[in-house]
């Protein structure tokens, strides 16, 4: 697990623990602050000790059962959040997690990520533009374990054909968000409002 602080690093304690055992029942791991522990949510103490701030930290590693559901207990003295939990199953990242709140559970399952999982997020796209070659970009984010070289990349405009073509010379490794954009931008020459919908297809040549 690695945890990222925000401003306030001693304000945060956390716990691994199965996914029906409470703070402080069968603790996995932990680390943050331990005066602040399972009950000082929202207590807004102050303690000084644990993470030092808007700092990194690798938790040690942890043996799971393949398949089974896990949660983190996150606690925040101040009961503002600010931390920022990330999820690796054999290297791989599966669950990020932030916190906004004095205490929540993140659960997550021991399990690697598929081979190949594209996330489409949005398009990246304002939404306003002059008229003229508007160049239609992706963003996507990458939640399978092979790295993304190549894609196709499709788009339609208010429901009409969809222009589909390969992007290649891409390098989209396990836990990484990328900007796509596709080889033929779109030329409207009427004002006026659209819709377009983006599409990805043929992971690495064909994969799903």
Same mark, same amino acid.
């Given at each position: 697990?690695?945890?990222?602080?925000?401003?306030? /690093?001693?304000? !945060? &304690?956390?716990?691994?623990v199965?996914?029906?055992?409470?703070?402080?029942?069968?603790?996995? =791991?932990? +680390?943050?602050?331990?005066?602040?522990?399972?009950?000082?949510?929202?207590?807004?103490?102050?303690?000084? /000790?644990?993470?030092s701030?808007?700092s990194?930290?690798?938790?040690?590693?942890a043996?799971?059962?393949?398949?089974e559901?896990?949660?983190?207990? &996150?606690?925040?003295?101040?009961?503002?959040?600010?931390?920022?939990? @990330?999820?690796?199953?054999n290297?791989? @990242?599966v669950?990020?997690?932030? /916190?906004?709140?004095?205490?929540?559970?993140?659960?997550?399952?021991?399990t690697?990520?598929p081979?190949?999982?594209?996330?489409?997020? #949005?398009? #990246?796209?304002?939404?306003?533009?002059p008229?003229?070659?508007i160049d239609?970009?992706?963003?996507?984010?990458?939640? +399978?374990?092979t790295?993304?070289?190549?894609?196709?990349?499709?788009?339609?405009?208010? +429901?009409?054909?969809?222009?589909?073509q390969t992007?290649?010379?891409?390098?989209?490794?396990? !836990?990484?968000?990328?900007?796509?954009? #596709?080889?033929?931008?779109?030329?409207?020459?009427?004002d006026?409002?659209?819709? =377009?919908?983006?599409?990805?297809?043929?992971l690495? +040549?064909?994969?799903?």
């Amino acid at each position: 697990i690695e945890i990222i602080t925000d401003a306030y /690093g001693s304000e !945060g &304690y956390w716990e691994l623990v199965n996914a029906d055992s409470a703070c402080g029942q069968g603790t996995i =791991l932990s +680390g943050g602050n331990t005066i602040v522990g399972c009950g000082g949510a929202g207590n807004q103490n102050q303690p000084t /000790g644990g993470y030092s701030s808007n700092s990194i930290i690798t938790s040690d590693t942890a043996c799971l059962m393949e398949n089974e559901s896990y949660r983190i207990a &996150y606690v925040d003295d101040w009961g503002d959040g600010g931390f920022e939990f @990330l999820v690796f199953i054999n290297g791989f @990242l599966v669950k990020e997690f932030e /916190g906004s709140g004095s205490f929540e559970y993140f659960t997550f399952e021991a399990t690697e990520p598929p081979s190949f999982d594209l996330v489409m997020l #949005h398009a #990246h796209v304002p939404a306003y533009q002059p008229q003229g070659s508007i160049d239609i970009e992706a963003e996507v984010y990458n939640a +399978g374990t092979t790295t993304i070289t190549s894609l196709d990349l499709a788009y339609t405009i208010n +429901g009409g054909t969809s222009l589909s073509q390969t992007v290649s010379g891409l390098s989209i490794p396990n !836990g990484a968000r990328a900007h796509i954009t #596709h080889p033929s931008p779109w030329t409207p020459t009427t004002d006026g409002d659209y819709d =377009l919908v983006l599409s990805h297809s043929n992971l690495n +040549g064909s994969n799903i």
